[in-house]
């Protein structure tokens, strides 16, 4: 039988034997490109190739993709685990062809892969076909049909419909008829019970009868008003699920049992004393984490941090999935995805280096947001707990409660019903997916994007950037426009056969400036984005005349800020692996012509010593003047060889660009100065932690960092003005703290005293209630006293009365308030204030809590007060 590293490999072989180049897997989460956050196919990372803006180095290519579908129209996110199918993080094994090759061989070779390499019995395979669409004005795929019929018989060739076999890449953009090579792995016995064939439970979701490879013929173009014009070089896509395919090339009927997850599967049972098998939920449960690690693990590797926006918030979602479901199923209630992590390395490492390679920082990170987030599991606890208290008599958990604790704390919506369940409620399930389905149209609307055609008027495909040699570029060519809502924002997209505009990409903005038409027009660039592998204009709006020749002008004193600080990042980047080790990485910049930030990794706060090391570092480096060295058309091997560093989560191409400023060399895009010295001095702002294992520092260069310095000479001269300019400010300010410090010792002994003396005036006015001492206060009492003094009566009585309760509800800052405290003979007997506390807290609209000697609560309604301690009083006394 073969192993899962095995069937990888034989896959890239076999396309290598047929003329493929393989190619390394693209990063999993994406980088300029508007319209996806992760790749989710193996063929994001060839996008630019088929929309025709970058001209492909190979015509035929193999890889194995590592992929993430948890959102937009791939939302498999909570169907994972439930089933035996379903992933997050998955690898898409892939075979594309760029004009050359087209269906015929397509499909022979995967035929001779799947039926003579894999040895999979011709007679369980199923091919499908596109039957044509009379909408489209499209044929039956009768080329396709005729390559399988060579292979199959005509009774395991299908005609699928628009739906399950026309692929495209979204509304607009190259698009195509599919056929999918679908298995019946079925036993013999099964299929003679059933009485069905295989043919009959193709795409009709049934679990034995799947797909396992799609092969995709582009041949057309859709445009925005819905026509098809056929394409003038046409290519081929194919992906090939690789855990489903282990799953049928070993011989099982779950992903789950093959080789890609029994590791994984054995280290969770290993570490939660259950065994997968056990029992439904516990199997559900090892499910999730044996999927859901693999999406995390990867992510972090790639450069995506936890977070709470975009692409971060996703991976938080996914990993507080998995904690809850351990927590919950298995009694996981220490951080464990972090001890994962080796056996995923142990998995995967051989096949993605860049998992080893980071293997502490990634455990680092999953841990630190495995302790926040069981924090805040148990918030979310108590939270359905006052949810239960709160619906007595309905019985009834609330649409929007559920919801509230699905999004904001992290539960899923079969945990609420579980916990409400084993307590006799149930969950308003409607209410909740209306609040849920309210969210996803807010996200819809709040991130769609529309997109017009392009108005085409020059032919031409690859733009060139002539920024690094000029800011002004003359005799340009307009090749296209369209307009692009986003966001509810309209905008005009320009491209240009040649640019000096640099469009942000790698964390450096894009420029702003002007183009300048023939005649004198001017249009103001108002910024400028790398998206996939096209520069594209923003505009103010479109020129009068496209088809004339343009002045391209960018902001050169912008530019040249940015460039400044673009470059000092490298000399940072450079300082930081002197001064602290040459573990730190970059892990992300945003650089812009106000300053800019910089991410890396380090795992302790840097000290006042090392950050004044770095800047002094630094500001030499800026002083000694290196003139910026570049080679622009290196290859890996080369840059490596100049001890450049290629970054994980970064994709480079054949061809990469080495920038060199004296010690400092690194593969870099972007624009730099002519020599360090041009970026003056350089201040740190800021040094903070933005995950466990990654630090950020935020700088300014040049003007930016002299105005901070002059700011702080004039602050300093202000401080010392308030000391009469006395020339020891330290000093001066020190003493000031120290006798403050002393002041306030003597106040806290003075509150004390008055909180004793209340305590003594408020037991003289205790009563007797149904056997219980009863301190009652309120405002017409007349005392002096304030919330903290009250507080600290309370918990002095607390400890030296026997059998005794107080109640308190007055105003404070025009706001009602209440208290109850226990004695501890009575808290020993059973009483519990935070909980009791609650009847009386709604009555003046508020809530509270505490111990179980001690409560307050806090609410909006004064009017309640007098309310409020009555039922105080009856609570305390136990009538």
């Not at 003005?721 to 006798?739: C, H, Q, T, W």
């Not at 209630?769 to 009566?793: E, Q, Y």
Request: glycine share 8%; with cysteine.
């Amino acid at each position: 039988m073969l192993t899962s590293k095995e069937i990888r490999r034989k896959f890239l072989d076999f396309f290598a034997s047929k003329g493929h180049t393989i190619v390394p897997s693209a990063p999993m989460v994406v980088k300029n490109d508007p319209t996806l956050m992760f790749t989710n196919a193996g063929m994001n990372q060839f996008k630019d190739i088929f929309l025709g803006n970058k001209t492909a180095p190979y015509n035929r290519a193999t890889d194995s993709q590592k992929c993430l579908r948890v959102s937009g129209k791939h939302n498999d996110l909570e169907e994972v685990g439930h089933d035996t199918y379903h992933h997050t993080m998955f690898e898409m094994l892939g075979n594309w062809s760029f004009g050359d090759y087209f269906k015929k061989e397509a499909i022979d070779w995967a035929w001779e892969l799947l039926t003579e390499v894999y040895k999979i019995d011709k007679n369980i395979l199923y091919a499908t076909v596109f039957e044509g669409s009379a909408e489209d004005g499209t044929a039956m795929d009768q080329e396709a049909k005729d390559a399988w019929l060579q292979h199959l018989p005509e009774d395991h060739v299908i005609l699928g419909n628009k739906h399950d076999n026309f692929w495209e890449m979204g509304d607009t953009g190259p698009c195509g008829p599919s056929s999918e090579i679908h298995i019946d792995i079925r036993t013999a016995e099964e299929k003679a019970a059933s009485g069905i064939p295989g043919r009959d439970l193709v795409n009709q979701s049934d679990p034995h009868v799947i797909e396992i490879w799609n092969l995709v013929f582009m041949q057309f173009q859709r445009f925005a008003d819905g026509h098809l014009e056929p394409l003038p070089a046409k290519n081929i896509d194919t992906g090939m699920g690789f855990e489903r395919l282990c799953a049928v090339l070993q011989g099982k009927n779950s992903n789950y049992d093959s080789d890609v997850f029994t590791g994984m599967l054995a280290k969770i049972g290993e570490l939660s004393g259950h065994r997968y098998g056990e029992n439904h939920q516990t199997d559900v449960a090892m499910r999730v984490i044996a999927d859901h690690i693999r999406a995390i693990a990867f992510s972090i590797a790639d450069g995506q941090l936890p977070s709470n926006v975009k692409a971060g918030y996703v991976i938080r979602r996914i990993l507080r999935r998995a904690v809850r479901y351990g927590y919950t199923f298995l009694d996981l209630t220490e951080p464990f995805l972090c001890r994962l992590v080796p056996q995923l390395v142990s998995d995967m490492g051989e096949a993605y280096p860049e998992l080893p390679a980071q293997q502490k920082l990634i455990e680092s990170v999953i841990r630190e947001e495995e302790l926040a987030f069981l924090r805040t599991l148990d918030r979310g606890i108590r939270l359905l707990d006052d949810c239960i208290e709160s619906n007595k008599d309905s019985k009834l958990i609330p649409g929007a409660d559920a919801f509230r604790l699905y999004d904001t704390y992290g539960f899923p919506i079969d945990l609420t019903e579980l916990i409400a369940a084993e307590r006799g409620y149930t969950v308003d399930q409607e209410g909740f997916r209306k609040e849920l389905q309210q969210q996803k149209d807010r996200a819809r609307n709040a991130t769609a994007n529309t997109f017009g055609d392009w108005t085409v008027y020059n032919e031409g495909e690859d733009v060139v950037f002539t920024g690094y040699d000029t800011t002004e570029q003359k005799g340009v060519r307009l090749l296209k426009s369209r307009t692009v809502v986003q966001k509810n924002k309209e905008m005009l997209q320009l491209v240009f056969d040649r640019t000096p505009f640099y469009g942000e990409m790698g964390g450096e903005i894009g420029d702003t400036g002007i183009i300048t038409a023939a005649d004198g027009e001017q249009v103001r660039i108002l910024g400028s984005i790398k998206e996939n592998e096209l520069t594209v204009h923003i505009a103010e709006r479109l020129p009068q005349d496209c088809t004339g020749l343009f002045t391209l002008s960018v902001d050169a004193a912008r530019r040249q800020k940015i460039a400044n600080n673009h470059s000092c990042t490298h000399l940072m980047h450079r300082a930081l692996r002197e001064i602290l080790g040459t573990h730190v990485e970059q892990k992300g910049s945003y650089v812009s012509d106000k300053g800019f930030r910089f991410d890396f990794s380090h795992f302790e706060k840097l000290s006042d010593e090392q950050v004044t090391a770095v800047e002094k570092r630094v500001n030499e480096l800026i002083r000694s003047n290196f003139p910026l060295v570049e080679k622009r058309d290196a290859t890996l091997e080369e840059a490596r060889g100049m001890g450049a560093m290629a970054l994980f989560g970064e994709k480079y191409g054949d061809r990469v660009r080495v920038v060199t400023f004296g010690p400092s060399v690194e593969l870099c895009g972007g624009c730099h100065t002519s020599a360090t010295g041009n970026i003056g001095l350089f201040k740190i702002v800021g040094e903070s932690a933005i995950a466990a294992g990654i630090r950020r520092i935020e700088a300014v260069t040049g003007e930016d960092a002299e105005a901070l310095v002059n700011g702080m000479q004039d602050l300093l001269k202000t401080a010392r003005s308030f000391f009469n300019n006395v020339p020891d400010l330290a000093g001066a300010i020190r003493k000031m703290i120290d006798d403050n410090a002393t002041f306030k010792k003597q106040a806290e002994e003075f509150a004390k005293a008055k909180a004793v003396q209340l305590a003594r005036s408020l037991t003289d006015k205790a009563q007797e209630i149904n056997g219980i001492k009863l301190i009652k206060v309120n405002p017409s009492m007349g005392l002096d006293f304030d919330p903290t003094m009250l507080r600290n009566a309370a918990l002095a009585l607390q400890k030296e009365l026997k059998n005794t309760a107080m109640v308190a509800a007055y105003e404070a800052a025009g706001k009602p308030q209440l208290l109850l405290m226990y004695s501890d003979d009575l808290v020993a007997a059973g009483r519990h204030a935070g909980k009791e506390i609650g009847a009386a807290a709604r009555l003046i609209q508020g809530g509270g809590g505490g111990q179980s000697g001690l409560a307050t609560a806090g609410g909006k309604d004064i009017a309640g007060l007098n309310d409020a301690l009555e039922m105080l009083v009856k609570t305390a006394s136990g009538q």
